[in-house]
């Protein structure tokens, strides 16, 4: 089963699947953030599986994988700074208001 | 059959820390279910020989996530989180929409056979794309954490400073 491409695929399918659900049901700036960041990771997965089995004798799959990583950790960085700096104006950070 | 154990058990921390970090109200339990994808996808990326991703996403991911569980109790003033939630009409189609896309995508990827070429992978190639033919790409890389750094410092200055 380890060895079948579909089944990391769909695991994948379902991270964005439900990452574009908790964009849209949650009502918390950091759970929009994490659920963001879930479609990251699917996409980092998608790009490593596809390495992994399908072109094999290349590292670009990894290599873009690392790019998405690094680029997730930075935007999570910077928006993280802006939800505090909201919190620290408004003392909420609840989007329904 | 044990490596389709520990893949299952990888997944099953995958599956489990999603849906708890797209149904939880409380920031705390937000950010354990979002370390539990983190274990899950670290270990897969384990088995499919992309150790290098993994060991990014064990150091760096559950540092920045650490840094959020002690905001969160920092914003929450250690009390529980109760946030309203939102309208039905937004739940309804946020789960219609993951829905929808989850079965097409699955349907697609059903559909299509992939062709498997047996080769070994090496972190000696991935250190050569990095530094030769993805260099730019590199040092974009730097300057974006460089920018992203300096940016939430500005951002979080104290007014009158």
């Known amino acids: ?97 | 059959m044990n490596n389709d154990l520990i893949i299952i058990i990888y997944m099953l921390f995958s599956v489990a820390g999603s849906i708890v970090v797209v149904n939880s109200k409380n920031h705390i339990h937000m950010s354990i279910g979002y370390i539990a994808v983190i274990s899950g996808i670290t270990g897969i990326m384990f088995y499919i020989n992309a150790g290098i991703i993994a060991l990014i996403l064990l150091l760096i991911h559950t540092i920045s996530v650490v840094l959020i569980i002690s905001f969160g109790i920092f914003a929450c003033g250690f009390q529980v989180i109760v946030i309203k939630t939102k309208e039905r009409f937004a739940k309804i189609c946020g789960f219609l929409s993951a829905t929808i896309l989850f079965l097409v995508m699955t349907m697609i990827l059903l559909k299509n056979d992939f062709i498997i070429i047996n080769q070994m992978n090496s972190y000696k190639l991935f250190g050569e794309l990095l530094t030769e033919k993805y260099f730019l790409l590199l040092e974009l890389i730097a300057l974006s954490i460089l920018i992203a750094v300096t940016g939430s410092v500005i951002v979080l200055r104290k007014r009158g400073e």
């Open chain 1, 1 to 97: 089963m380890y060895n079948q491409i579909h089944i990391y695929l769909v695991l994948s399918i379902f991270m964005v699947s439900c990452g574009i659900y908790g964009v849209i049901r949650q009502s918390s700036l950091f759970g929009m953030l994490l659920s963001a960041k879930i479609i990251f990771l699917a996409a980092a997965l998608n790009f490593s599986v596809f390495n992994h089995f399908i072109f094999k004798d290349k590292g670009d799959g990894n290599l873009f994988s690392f790019v998405i990583v690094i680029f997730s950790i930075s935007s999570m960085i910077v928006i993280a700074s802006f939800i505090l700096a909201y919190y620290r104006d408004n003392r909420n950070i609840d989007t329904d208001l």
